[in-house]
Structure formats: C-alpha cells, structure tokens
C-alpha cells in the first residue's frame, strides 16, 4: 500500500524552530519529487515546497524562503522540513504529498497523486 | 507568476444534477499540468484529474476534466451525496499552484 506518513508537529514559539518527517512506503521514493503542502484553519491548500527525486531541483513559496528548508534521504524513504523563525502565520496542518511525475527533472510540482493524513504545527506563545 | 482562479467560491446543488467549475489562469498554463484535487472535512486532498483531463486511478467518470490555454473545468455530470466537498485545481511550476477552491454544497 502506498502511504506517507507524516510526523513532528507541535505547538511552538513564534521564533522558533520545528523540523517535520514524512516516512514513506510502497512505492520507489527516490523515482518521485515530493511536496510540502499546508492549510491553515479554514483555509484552502497552500504548496509550501517541493525536491526534485535527487534533490538537484528545489523550490519554495515566497512565504517560507530563507526561513524553511527542504530535504529528503532517499535511503531513508524520508522526507524533512526543517522550518525556523517560525511565526503565528505558519500554523497549519502540513501535508506531505508525492509528486506523479516519474523521475520529473524538476520539483514541479506536477500533479500530487499521495497525500499524507498531515501534522499539525500551531505557533503561538 | 501565474495564478488560478476558481468560480463560483460556493455551487449549490442538488443530488443528481451537474455541476460545472472553473479555473481560469492569469496567463496560458500548459494543459500537460492543470490538475483537479477534491477535498472532504477532515480529510487530505485527492486527485481527481490530472493532464487536464486524465482521470486518476479509482476516480469515478462521472468527473471529467477539460480546457486548454487560461480556461479549464471540472464537470460532474451527476451528483452522488459524496461529491459534496471543496475542489482545487492545480497548476504546474507556480509558487502559487493551487486556486482559492469551490464548495459544491447541498442545495
């Protein structure tokens, strides 16, 4: 069965820092790109940030660069966001989703076939 | 930067009837990369349509996708009381690929 399985979040600090984990199964990890999507309480589906397979191709929303970096060990089946300075504006179930695109040369995203059930990060003090 | 907008925010309808939602993208987005997601309360989204038109695995066709250039639509040609949701569509190579979304709600 092909699942993503998201973990880390928290409450936290405005200015501080989280780092969430999405282990994933069933399927050739490191053939796919792979995303961080968000969505803050009652509100719509935000892409945060996406890796190309080999990690050669990376891309964030104006949102969360140079505060959030993305990464992945593709030995691991894993896939990392580590999110600094964080602000009360980041609170929000984050989702890691899989990219449909096989060996895509680029992050794209192209079109996000998995989704995980997502963890929830909610910054305040 | 590209961006998707999505009409009308809410659809209301009945059970059995067709519903019709739109995408329009502030410049020609390649029809290879407009994707439509489906997204219930409490749940992670889901891939209806890919490619424009392509159906994903498992998807009902009753969805279909279409369109090409600034214009796309989602079409379900019969409502099943599980259609009722929030829908996105998606684009390709933005920072900003998903639009606001459209609640198709229960008349």
């Known amino acids: 069965e092909v699942q993503l399985v998201e973990s880390g979040g928290g409450l936290v600090q405005p200015g501080r820092s989280l780092r969430l984990s999405c282990a994933a199964s069933g399927f050739t990890f490191d053939d796919y790109a792979m995303h961080w999507v968000r969505q803050a309480p009652g509100k719509g589906l935000e892409w945060v940030s996406g890796i190309s397979w080999n990690s050669g191709s990376i891309g964030y929303a104006d949102s969360v660069k140079g505060r959030f970096t993305i990464s992945r060990d593709n030995a691991k089946n894993s896939l990392y966001l580590q999110m600094n300075s964080l602000r009360a504006e980041d609170t929000a179930l984050y989702y890691c989703a899989k990219d449909g695109l096989v060996g895509a040369p680029k992050f794209g995203p192209y079109y996000m076939d998995v989704w995980g059930k997502g963890t929830t990060v909610t910054v305040s003090s | ?107």
């Open chain 2, 1 to 107: 930067e590209i961006v998707l907008t999505q009409s009308p925010g809410t659809l209301s309808l009945s059970p059995g009837e067709r519903a019709t939602l739109s995408c329009r993208a502030s410049q020609s987005v390649s029809s290879s990369y407009l994707a439509w997601y489906q997204q219930k309360p409490g749940q992670a989204p889901r891939l209806l349509i890919y490619g424009a038109s392509s159906r994903a695995t498992g998807i009902p066709d009753r969805f279909s996708g279409s369109g090409s250039g600034t214009d796309f639509t989602l079409t379900i040609s019969r409502l099943e009381p599980e259609d009722f949701a929030v829908y996105y569509c998606q684009q390709y190579g933005s920072s900003l690929p998903f639009g606001q979304g459209t609640k198709v709600e229960i008349k």
